[in-house]
Structure formats: structure tokens, C-alpha cells
């Protein structure tokens, strides 16, 4: 059973679109983020969420909105794509705020931008 | 600015033999954690080790924390093809945001 999932895998678009990614956990987890790849590797918080509140908010430009209608998911809306925000998305979550406890990432969702 | 640096960026060895990563950060942590992330994989937790802990092991795995050198160290013994992966350590920063902060990571290709 996979324990964070997200989709699409895949994802191209062309610049100036509006796309979603959506991430679901069925761990029973209390808390979930959204982290940035880039195509150096360097991975960057975006956003936390705990129990639908939003906890950590990096500075990510407006045109990112993540909207948590349950615990178990957290999705992550982009409008107006740009090519910069090509990189590889990946959704993790984590037993309650504690930052300590591990984190379980989804496959990821690889964004391209054209 | 970025909490955790992985030394070195890539390494390359035969199966059979030890591989060490290294972490240098900046600020005072909490704990520090390795995860492991296969090629168009997300990442996987490997260990955690906390500030006032000087070692640990799991498996094939040692981790060593030095608090006043604020540096950590990742030995996989007796590597295998299959343990060829990035590999980052994430740091949890005593103050500021309550986030995990990953490095760049080290890219281990151990070869059969």
C-alpha cells in the first residue's frame, strides 16, 4: 500500500498555465509539506500543513496555493507557470508538529515548464 | 542561508567497500537525519541521531554526530550495488523555523 502518493508523476506544461498536484497520505499523519527539487538536487521547503492549518509558509511567490480540505491531503495549486518553476515537487508528511520525527515522502511529481 | 553541506558531492566505489558522507551545518540542532533517495524516487529516512547522542547504528549504517564541530558522518559498511543513491542529511535548527533543512546531498554510485 503506498503511504504518500501524489499525481500526476508527470507533468508539462506551457508557461502562463494554471496546474495542480495533488498528495493524499494514508498514514494517519497530523502534519504534511511540500518540498521544491531543483535540478541541482537542493530540496526546499515550501509549505506545512498540520491538521489543515497552514504551519510553515517559505517565500514561496503567491502565484503557489496549497489547500488542505482534510488531514490526509494537501494538494498544491500554481497559477500562471513559469519556466523557473520547473523542478520535481515532492509531498511528505510526519507524525504530529514534532519537526524531530521523520518525514515519508511521496514518489514526486516532476514539473516541467516549456 | 543553507543549514546542511554534503561532503563529497559524488562518490564512487566498489561493492564490498565502506562509503562515508559527511554533513557540516551552521546553527545549533535538535537532531540531525540521513535520508536516502533513489534516482525519480522521493526520499527515504534512514536514521535520526539527537544533539546529546555521539553515535548510532543501524543495520549496515553509522551515524557520528560532533556538536562542536557541527558536523555528522553517514558509514555504509560493505556496500552494495543497491546502496547506490543520493544520500542528504537534514538538519532541525534549535531556533528559527520548525522545519527540516536538507543539504545538496552526496551521490553514491557503488559499482558490482
Known amino acids: 500500500d503506498t503511504a504518500v502518493s501524489q499525481t500526476p508523476k508527470y507533468l508539462v506544461t506551457q508557461m502562463g498555465n494554471d496546474k495542480s498536484i495533488k498528495c493524499e497520505q494514508n498514514?494517519?499523519?497530523?502534519?504534511m509539506y511540500w518540498y521544491k527539487q531543483d535540478s541541482k538536487k537542493f530540496l526546499k521547503i515550501m509549505f506545512s500543513?498540520?491538521?489543515?492549518?497552514?504551519?510553515i509558509n517559505e517565500t514561496v511567490p503567491n502565484r503557489f496555493s496549497p489547500k488542505s480540505p482534510d488531514k490526509a491531503h494537501l494538494n498544491l495549486h500554481i497559477n500562471s507557470l513559469e519556466l523557473g518553476d520547473s523542478a520535481v515537487y515532492f509531498c511528505a508528511s510526519s507524525h504530529g508538529r514534532d519537526r524531530s520525527l521523520e518525514q515519508y515522502f511521496g514518489p514526486g511529481t516532476r514539473l516541467t515548464v516549456t | 542561508s543553507q543549514q546542511g553541506e554534503e561532503d563529497p558531492q559524488a562518490l564512487s566505489i566498489q561493492e564490498g567497500e565502506n562509503a562515508t558522507m559527511n554533513c557540516s551545518y551552521k546553527?545549533?540542532?535538535?537532531?540531525l537525519q540521513w535520508y536516502r533517495q533513489n534516482s525519480g524516487r522521493g526520499l527515504v529516512h534512514l536514521i535520526l541521531i539527537r544533539s546529546n547522542e555521539r553515535e548510532k547504528h543501524s543495520g549496515r549504517l553509522r551515524v557520528t554526530l560532533d556538536t562542536s564541530k557541527k558536523s555528522s558522518s553517514l558509514l555504509i559498511t560493505a556496500s552494495r550495488a543497491a546502496d547506490t543513491a543520493s544520500y542528504f542529511c537534514a538538519t532541525d535548527a534549535r531556533s528559527g523555523y520548525s522545519t527540516l533543512t536538507f543539504g545538496k546531498g552526496t551521490m553514491l554510485l557503488v559499482s558490482p
Open positions: 500543513y498540520n491538521n489543515k492549518e497552514l504551519i
Open positions: 546553527t545549533s540542532i535538535n537532531n
Open positions: 498514514l494517519g499523519h497530523d502534519t
